[in-house]
């Protein structure tokens, strides 16, 4: 399936402003499954040259130097993807089924593994919600996960509120998880099954990291597992690492006036094999 997405993003600031160099994280990720054809970037005013570049997480980016002052800034990424699903892509994915929690890693990943299954923030509710998870299931990973899953989805989610509840949600159920030594990292990205539509935010899911399969995605808010409609543009194990414009500006007491439009596109495909914009 190809897509073709239209990221916009609009400051206005109201009077003139400096801006500190700033990093653009939403450049879609490279992985099994998705080919990245093409992504183009434009910023008024014009910024004489962008870096391409990958922060500490491995995300790819820009960065933006501004070299004169701006009253309104407007940031476009429109990029063309292709995406398959897992069996079309060739990924054999091991099932963790016979590995039970807490979990217990390879001295070889032991380094990375404690630093992503580290919790960020010590909670009693989430440890005690996970080792409930944990003690009615088999004590095998796939059923902990599978059950922790289900959980939020059916009473995380309900009583969730606020404007940034999916981030907070996905985040504690990331914390959750970390709480059994599962090493776990947060994803902001486009759910391209909402073809054809505008949106104005971003999706973010959740990453475990599971002997035997690697890296798999889960969406608690949802409450399944990540499939080929899921289109990252940066990982990382906190929400703050993976804001999708970072950066800060000089000249102006005002709080700042944004806007963002999200377009994505599903292309039709020609029986010769090529495809065109719907």
Not at 209 to 226: F, K
Request: proline share 6%; hydrophobic share 35%.
């Amino acid at each position: 399936m190809i897509y073709y997405l239209k990221h916009i993003h609009r400051v206005g600031f109201g009077s003139p402003v400096f801006c500190e160099p700033t990093l653009v994280r939403l450049h879609p990720c490279l992985g099994p499954g998705i080919d990245v054809q093409s992504t183009r970037l434009q910023v008024e005013p014009n910024v004489p040259k962008p870096v391409l570049q990958q922060d500490l997480n491995g995300n790819i980016c820009w960065q933006l130097v501004f070299d004169d002052i701006c009253v309104d800034l407007k940031i476009t990424i429109t990029s063309r993807v292709e995406v398959w699903s897992q069996s079309q892509s060739g990924t054999q994915v091991l099932s963790p089924s016979a590995v039970t929690v807490p979990m217990m890693h390879l001295e070889s990943e032991q380094e990375l593994a404690d630093y992503y299954a580290e919790p960020v923030e010590d909670s009693g509710l989430l440890q005690e919600f996970a080792n409930d998870i944990n003690e009615s299931g088999d004590g095998t990973t796939k059923n902990f996960v599978n059950n922790l899953l289900w959980g939020f989805h059916q009473h995380f989610v309900p009583a969730a509120s606020g404007e940034f509840w999916q981030d907070e949600t996905t985040h504690a159920f990331a914390e959750a998880a970390r709480t059994m030594n599962i090493p776990a990292r947060l994803v902001r990205g486009y759910k391209a099954a909402k073809a054809d539509e505008i949106e104005s935010r971003l999706e973010v899911w959740a990453e475990l990291y599971l002997p035997g399969a690697g890296w798999l995605g889960y969406d608690p808010v949802e409450g399944c597992a990540v499939d080929e409609s899921y289109i990252a543009l940066s990982k990382a194990k906190t929400l703050s690492e993976i804001a999708p414009i970072e950066g800060n500006y000089r000249g102006t007491q005002k709080v700042p006036e944004t806007e963002t439009q999200i377009i994505i596109r599903q292309a039709v495909q020609q029986e010769s094999g090529n495809s065109i914009i719907p």
